[in-house]
């Protein structure tokens, strides 16, 4: 048996559309061991929830697999067999985090039908242990009164409400693997911190592997130990978190990093909280994450917009100008 949990090797993904085929994912690969978190990390575009998607199966057309292979437990996902099992362990043994819970809920069913579900098709469980177990897992994720809340539809339920219940519902299996993508993007600040709180907290209880998606680097530089970074649907670097932010070997992340590594060697307030001196640097390391890929990303900009102009004095009109 393998010694790594997850392994992706040489993964390429391609969608191909009437203006081309686009390489979405190129050439990616990594480990994901026994309790760790691993970091996906990169500007969006970049082809992080693309890759997620690859390892889960959920790539469907015009997107096809074209290259590489996925393993987990040393077993092959790809191909008409690794489907086969793939289906019998995705959200029992592989689970998923999606980014936007209120789009990833069924708005016409309780959450804790939807749970539930989860809990009757992967753990065979009856009706009545469902019900109970649903409130034990709105409890261990941080809902008050949970017993009331697997009541109440999506939209009744607060945004970090409905991130934990998605939260509670990847749990429902019980996984070796949680893949986080982006969970804490449409949250606000102080959610945001509670949600990766208890992901962390929640690793730690149950020893659980988490593949965590985010272009937040403040979020790697707190929670992660390993992290891959993804630009243009490849990973440029990888190592260990440390050795990114102190010693980061691509020129488009050493602005940012360098700004949370002094920010994380700041001490935090004698008072504050003891995430308020990483909060000023994940600003920072965005506004300059941001400042790079315009930067980086000039050449293709002017492109398109000569293309527009073009068409525009071809008589293409507004419409034209904007496509």
Known sequence: MSEHLLEVESLEVQFVTRAGTAH???????????????????????????????????????????????????????????????????????????????????????????????????????????????????????????????????????????????IAMALAGEPELLIADEPTTALDVTIQAQILELIAELQARLGLAVLLITHDLGVVAEVCKRVAVMYGGKIMEAGAASDLFERPGHPLHEGPARLDAEARRRPAAAHGDRRSAAEPSRAAAGMSVRAALLDSDRPLRERDAAARAARARKGGGVLACLR
Request: zero cysteines; a positive charge.
């Open 24 to 166: 979405a994912v190129r050439d990616v690969s990594f480990t994901v061991d026994r309790g760790e978190t691993l970091g996906l990390v990169g500007e969006s575009g970049s082809g992080k929830s693309v890759t997620a998607f690859s390892i889960l199966g959920l790539i469907q057309l015009p997107g096809r697999i074209t290259g590489g292979d996925v393993r987990w437990k040393g077993e092959s996902l790809l191909g008409t067999a690794g489907q086969r099992r793939l289906q019998k362990i995705r959200g029992k043994e592989l689970a998923i985090v999606f980014q936007d819970p209120m789009t990833s809920l069924n708005p016409l069913f309780t959450v804790g039908k939807q749970i539930g579900e989860v809990l009757r098709l992967h753990r065979g469980l009856s009706r009545g242990p469902a019900r109970e177990r649903v409130v034990e897992l709105l409890d261990l994720v941080g809902i008050p009164s949970p017993g009331a809340k697997a009541k109440a539809y999506p939209h009744e339920l607060s945004g970090g409400q409905r991130q934990r219940v998605m």
